[in-house]
């Protein structure tokens, strides 16, 4: 099996597949209300919608990075702001968060199998995830949307009982 066979059916899987940990990140989403998006519960450092738009700008810096652009924090910003609360935009931010990783797959089968193992261009900087090869760089996305799945989760359950 390919890297990028293997990497994407990893993505899928936590996305929409059967994790040996749990839900998916798209079953968990589906279970959350709009209004429950937009609240913080106290304590809590972000809002559901707030850790779903993260995650979708993330997403999209990653592909940045797999096309070989330079890693930076990315273009939306690292924690963009989700505006006032509203119905229409909680369904268009579970819509882009799809839309996003459908993107990220096809970059993924279609990179070049080679080049998997090659280090990104840029020194090592934790908080920015680089100055890792690009096998790392997609693992590190998985995970990313592992662990912010498993916040949505619990501020989901911390809102609703």
């Known amino acids: 099996m390919t890297t ?12 929409s597949g059967d994790p040996w940990y749990g839900n998916n990140v798209y079953n968990i989403i589906e279970h959350v209300s709009f209004e429950a998006a937009f609240e913080k519960p106290p304590g809590a450092s972000h809002t559901i919608a ?3 738009l ?8 990653v592909m940045d990075r797999l096309n070989g652009m330079t890693a930076g924090i990315p273009t939306s910003g690292d924690w963009p702001a989700t505006g006032a609360p509203d119905e229409q935009k909680w369904q268009n931010y579970v819509n882009d968060l799809k839309l996003v990783n459908v993107n990220l797959q096809g970059l993924i089968q279609d990179f070049p199998e080679e080049k998997w193992d090659e280090p990104i261009d840029d020194e090592r ?12 760089l997609v693992n590190g996305l998985i995970q990313h949307h592992v662990y912010h799945s498993g916040q949505i989760a619990i501020l989901n359950r911390m809102i609703n009982g």
């Open 54 to 61: 993260h995650m979708i700008t993330w997403t999209e810096e």
């Open 4 to 15: 990028s066979t293997k990497l994407s059916h990893e993505l899928q899987n936590v996305l």
């Open 125 to 136: 900087n934790r908080e920015l995830g680089t100055g890792v090869n690009y096998k790392e």
């Open 50 to 52: 707030e850790i779903v």
